[in-house]
């Protein structure tokens, strides 16, 4: 089945600093969704990315998806207390199939005052 | 809108228990995802659910899961008999189209003694 690699799975930041996480797909893939969950809290969609080389900003938070539409990445510039929580790439295939919606293990963000 | 509904918050019950969890989707949206989420496996996808009818159910892990969406707003899943290896959140989503944004409710709680 798909296999959904994100790393790194844990990151501790100061605040101020800059964040990173990636995702990679051994497939190509028809999108990628983000999502952040607070903790104790639920997922919450934040972006879609479905064309190749696309790049989206949100204010701090900026988002690539590849050339080859394998591999994404968020990245958060001057982390703030409030970015805590952990972040998912969710992946969906060409099958089109919910089913396919493949969830990344997350990267839990830690932003020290 | 009130957006994903879901109850009970909390469950704890005693293993060989029947536990019921209820989810009412966002009005409108066709697509109705059972997720279930735990610190060694993440988060995975049991059963989704297209105008009602289960489309794809290979996630659930045994026979013990049962789903049902007897109509357009409301949806139970359903463990029989409880383990303890069942305990963790379990999240209902929903979405206008397949590929969508989902919706995430704010999760049930389960823990099996």
């Known amino acids: 089945g798909q296999q959904v690699m994100q790393i790194p799975q844990y990151q501790h930041v100061q605040e101020g600093e800059d964040f990173t996480t990636y995702c990679n797909s051994s497939?190509?893939?028809?999108?990628i969704q983000w999502y952040k969950q607070r903790p104790g809290g639920h997922p919450v969609f934040l972006i879609q990315?479905?064309?190749?080389?696309e790049v989206k900003k949100q204010k701090r938070l900026t988002f690539q998806f590849g050339e080859a539409k394998k591999n994404s990445s968020l990245h958060i510039t001057a982390t703030q207390t409030t970015d805590v929580g952990t972040y998912f790439c969710a992946a969906r295939t060409f099958s089109g199939s919910a089913r396919q919606l493949t969830f990344g293990s997350g990267t839990q963000l830690t932003v020290l005052p | 809108d009130a957006g994903v509904i879901q109850s009970p918050r909390h469950e704890v019950t005693e293993m060989g228990q029947e536990v019921t969890l209820r989810c009412k989707p966002i009005s409108g949206h066709d697509y109705l995802f059972w997720y279930r989420q735990t610190m060694m496996r993440g988060l995975e996808l049991l059963i989704y659910f297209n105008n009602n009818v289960p489309i794809d159910d290979s996630g659930m892990p045994e026979d013990r899961f049962s789903a049902k969406m007897p109509n357009a707003s409301f949806s139970t899943l359903k463990i029989q008999p409880s383990e303890p290896r069942d305990s963790a959140v379990y999240f209902c989503?929903?979405?206008?189209?397949?590929?969508?944004?989902?919706?995430f409710g704010p999760g049930t709680r389960l823990t099996v003694l």
């Open positions: 990315l479905v064309k190749s080389g």
């Open positions: 497939t190509t893939l028809s999108n």
């Open positions: 989503a929903s979405s206008l189209q397949v590929t969508d944004t989902q919706y």
